[in-house]
């Protein structure tokens, strides 16, 4: 038995499975790696100035012949010289977060290259497939990071009904169960962030991985409500910090000290003062490996899922 999805078919992949952009985090190794073990990875562009966009792109092309993206991090700077070096190297496909992607999306598809919003709710997935998005990914607030209102059970089958081309969910999703039970509302794949940060490729260091695998399930926290900058990190003295603050006037400054390059510290490891972005299923996460023995493991509980699913009936 084996999932056989649009994604796969449109995109040369084994498995329906991408490895989500992760800022300073998703580097074009662990997007090689990602691809080589049959999903695909993703090289984020999100804290990177173009030339090291390029680096990572180059990097990844050393390590593997199979297909990768880029994530576009649409508020970026250097957002225009980034989008033509996407389009210079032939990148096959790019995800976007962090503003709207319809002014780019001309460019991009006369260049071939496919556009997949990250949507965190159904206007903006209505809006996508309009202006031509081959996919979509509708990301839930289970997710770590930045991160919307709607829970992705709640948003993938409302987004399905919506649009008519291809949908991925996000947020929740850290083994095969999860990702058939999104097969099943219909989506045609997933996008994985948290589980793989614990991978052997992931470069966070390792102590964000070993808070990782020892959370529990209520172990994360949301900032931000009500603000542009919703983000979901596990409990941590900055981010516990940073929700008392919330709660009283006139600490904007400080809020904004705290929040300074925090996602940075903590990949480089800053337990204390770092911002421990990863999602509610951390809880679920309890060992590392490869991410091709990872990418394994989550296909076989999925066939084996949707297998058992069909004993169900008469």
Known sequence: MSINSILCRDLGLKYPIFQGGMAYITTGVMAAASSNAGGLGLICSSGLTAQQVAD???????LTDKPFGVNLMLQSPEIEQILQIVIDTKIPVVTTGAGDPTPFMPALHEAGIKVIPVIPHVKAAVKAAK????????????????VGDMTTL?????????????VLAAGGIADGKSLAAML???AAGVQIGTLFM???ECPIDNAFKQQILQAADTDTIVTGRGTPHVVRSLKNSM??????????????AERDKLADKALLKA???DMDGGCLMAGQISGLIKHGGSIASIMQQLMNEAEAALAGANKLLD
């Open 131 to 146: 202006a031509g998005a081959y996919a979509v990914v509708a990301e839930g607030t289970e997710s770590g990071g930045h």
């Open 267 to 269: 990949v480089r490891g």
């Open 154 to 166: 709640a948003l993938v089958p409302q987004v399905l009904a919506a649009v008519d081309i291809p």
């Open 239 to 252: 981010s516990l910090k940073y929700a008392e603050l919330e709660k009283q006037p006139g600490t904007q």
């Open 184 to 186: 099943l509302l219909g």
């Open 56 to 62: 990572e792109i180059t990097a990844a092309k050393r």
């Open 198 to 200: 614990v991978a052997d």
